[in-house]
């Protein structure tokens, strides 16, 4: 009996030891796959690297390197600005990849930034604007990657505005004194006037959380300095003289803001990079 026990004993030890030792191998095997995976990838071998990079994963299903791989190897595949439809179920395949990316490491900033591309190349504006608002608004993240989702967001309402308000039909132009002088005029369709203010006042809140989220963001003033001049332009058009008035000290205020954080990275910039000059470089 007590030979048997020892017999089991024995085989059990052999068992682990193997499979432990299996394991170890397909892990080399899949360093291997994926070695040749960037090889491939420098050659712009996009297929074949995936391919390699898909192998990686199945030798060794607990790698943190093969997904982003295979995921940077089919964005690869991917040409920007071609409609064609095997070409968007190209982007599709690889949002799917860098979103199993995400599962694994949700904090990936390179997976979240390649989605959030794709979506803007692909004209998916809606899924795109979801993707960045759940980032935004995900407390889980630090206060500066949330902030970054809002002054994302704020640009793109910016944009929506100035558009219109920057169309020449809607801006009368006359020259006093050699210098060239702007009134702004409601457009011709109201829906046009509706649409420039609904993105204007989403992005002012939009860039007001940003702030709250990170004060000394300059790119946040900045956002909030050009939101306020679509703020004012969009109050001429209305003919609200008043408002008009109070939006143009704030938007004072902000570009003073700005301004002054704009001097402060510039002198950080110039003390980091003298320090840099200053330190021996090393042999």
Known sequence: MKLS???????LAILVVSTSGCGLVNRIRAKNELNEAARAYRDGQFEEAERYSRRALELDPDSKTAPLFIARTIHAQYKPGVQAPENLAKANEA????????????KSDEAYKAIAYLYGATKDTEKLRAWISARANDAS????????GFIVLASQDWDCSFKITELPSNQTKTLINNKMTIAYKKPAN??????????????????ENAIKLDPNSEPAWSYKTNLLIEAVRLAEMDGKT??????????????????????????????????????????
């Open 5 to 11: 026990q020892t017999r089991v004993v024995i085989a």
């Open 95 to 106: 949002i799917k990849a860098y979103q199993m990316v995400l599962e694994r490491n949700p």
């Open 141 to 148: 993240l630090a206060p500066e990657k949330r902030a970054e």
């Open 190 to 207: 109201q829906k046009d006037f509706d649409t420039a203010q609904a993105c204007m006042k989403r992005g002012l809140e939009e860039v």
């Open 242 to 283: 008043d408002q008009k008035a109070q939006l143009e000290k704030q938007r004072e205020e902000a570009q003073k803001r700005t301004t002054q954080l704009n001097q402060i990275n510039q002198k950080k910039k110039e003390e980091e990079e003298a320090k840099k000059a200053a330190s021996p470089a090393k042999s």
